[in-house]
């Protein structure tokens, strides 16, 4: 190789090393978009280290407050590219939507090391061909609420709902609400079956049938839940463990049971969309969120169980909430798959089946 090959062969290799340092250069960037629910958990999520860690890393944090139906629209969308999104919070079932619809970024633990410790359990929920699509956050146990100064024999099962003593005093929402169709599932695994078994969804909706006496409301939503729990209308209702415990925490004479044929998980999990802006960014974000220190802080607000293994609970969390890697094995879990798309038509046979709101 002659003297100019050599000198054309390192200006060529400078000028790919400059490429490549241009390109790197050009995907930093110094913003991130996240997407939560609002209300309280924007609060308490902007509180527990997100705007923090955006602060000290000279981050320019936007929070988008919205819900699951609407971020899915936009990711769809999108079609994976551009996506208005670097990170959102799903639900189980929208993770397995958007997954199938291929709008998310697989995570590894190489980008986000706090994967690592991160419940197997309940991580295992988020794997598809080899491939985690979210990192497990927060989760919400559905559970028996109950009016501690009414109820004189506080219920250890879903079947005990139909017990005489609370009749005219339960309140259970439909499918259409996230506790309706959690219950649902609750009730079927009660009753020693699957939601993808038709026998069993028909058993279930049979014994729905001879609640009719003791249903006083079908609530379709925290706010409804809690004013018939206020009111003393209601005395026993399926809802989650944080927000039970939130309101005994304010006041309200109220308790809450984990059911002896098992509570029913619902999980808020950070996802990053495929096409993300502020990809590097994401990665950051979502390893701070999954730390033991942001999910302990996040707990003390919300009295949920989290899902990293170090997190060290307040003492008071601790005597409420069950937590943990046995505590987590035993949840029940929704088939989405088999679930979506039969809701219309379990809804309809929900109304047949208790004759509607009294």
Known sequence: MRKNDNKNVLLAALAGLLFTSAAVAADATDAVVVGVYGGDWEKNIRASGLEQFAKENHLKLTVVPGADAEWFAKLRAAKGRRSPYDIVVFQPDTVQRAQAAGLLQPLDAKDIPNLSRLYPSVQSRFVYDNQTYAAA????????????????????SWLDLWKPEYKGHVAISSPTYAAGLQFFAGLVHALGGELNQPAAVDKAFAK???LRDNAVAFPDSPGAIQTLLERGDAWVVPYWDGRVFALKQQGMKIDFVYPSD???VG???WVIPKGAPNLANAYK??????SAEVQKAFSDKSLYGMTNQDVQYSD???????????AYRKLIWIDYSAATPQLA????????ALGGAK
Request: net charge positive.
């Open 285 to 290: 974000v979502v390893n701070a969120m999954s």
């Open 208 to 210: 729905l049938a001879d």
């Open 262 to 264: 098992g509570a029913v």
């Open 267 to 269: 999980a808020a999990n």
């Open 345 to 352: 038509d379990w809804t309809r046979r929900w109304s047949q």
């Open 137 to 156: 956050f927060s989760l919400g146990q559905l559970g028996l609420a109950y009016r501690s100064d009414l109820v004189k024999t506080p219920p250890k």
């Open 316 to 326: 008071n969390l601790k005597k409420q909430v069950q937590v943990g890697e046995e």
